[in-house]
């Protein structure tokens, strides 16, 4: 679950990614416009997730980033003594055609935003359709679709909307919200988001996974207390 939120974003128009298309980039293959299209959903991702996902070697997969930063497609960039991680330009969200807005790096979340990716690439090779978070907010700003949860915050008793970490789609019905918790959270904000699943008619179940054993048993008991657990399932997160 990521708590921050960036600050408001300038809207993302097709004139203005047709202006921002690099004008004497290499030659753009069929495979690079997969990985932009990609990289578009997740705020970033690793070389070596991007090999994963798209089942090319890591080394090939650096040079190929490499080449599509010196285009001016991806942007590289290497927070703390950790591998560098990329994210997908103005100029690349035009290649890729995506209407989503330039994507931000978050210092204060980046562990959790790395394993999201994480997870991510682990759903899609086992042949899972999901909703990345950015996806999910740029769907609910244009009003097509609701995928967020209704949060009351009960000290203020101001309502607001939750978004899970990803959302799988499955065919049958019923959205299953995905939470990744790598921070403990005081008992009431815990409870308002799980009573905020609870009342969400879009969500059939939740999975939280959390790298913490004390964290997990306290969801658990939670979501017993507010009759979810039979809609609730926590899963450990082995550290990355």
Request: charge should be positive; aromatic fraction near 6%.
């Amino acid at each position: 679950m990521r708590e921050r939120e960036p600050a408001g974003r300038e809207a993302v128009t097709p004139e203005r990614q047709r202006r921002e298309r690099p004008r004497a980039a290499r030659r753009i293959t069929p495979r690079d416009e997969q990985l932009l299209a990609w990289l578009a959903r997740q705020r970033f991702a690793t070389a070596a997730q991007i090999a994963a996902r798209f089942g090319i070697g890591v080394n090939r997969c650096a040079r190929r980033l490499g080449e599509l930063a010196a285009a001016g497609l991806v942007d590289r960039q290497q927070p703390f003594l950790a591998p560098s991680v990329y994210l997908v330009t103005p100029a690349g969200l035009g290649v890729a055609d995506s209407g989503l807005p330039p994507p931000r790096l978050d210092l204060r979340t980046f562990r959790h935003d790395r394993g999201v990716t994480e997870l991510v690439v682990a759903f899609e090779l086992q042949g899972e359709r999901l909703v990345t978070e950015r996806e999910m907010r740029s769907a609910e700003a244009s009003g097509e679709t609701r995928y967020s949860a209704r949060l009351v915050d009960t000290a203020a008793d101001l309502p607001r909307r939750h978004f899970p970490d990803l959302v799988l789609v499955r065919a049958s019905g019923g959205a299953v919200a995905v939470e990744l918790e790598l921070t403990s959270k005081r008992t009431r904000r815990l409870k308002a988001i799980l009573r905020a699943y609870r009342r969400a008619t879009e969500i059939g179940s939740v999975v939280y996974y959390s790298d913490n054993a004390t964290l997990r048993r306290r969801i658990e008991q939670l979501a017993s207390e507010l009759h979810l657990d039979g809609r609730l399932e926590v899963r450990r997160w082995e550290t990355r």
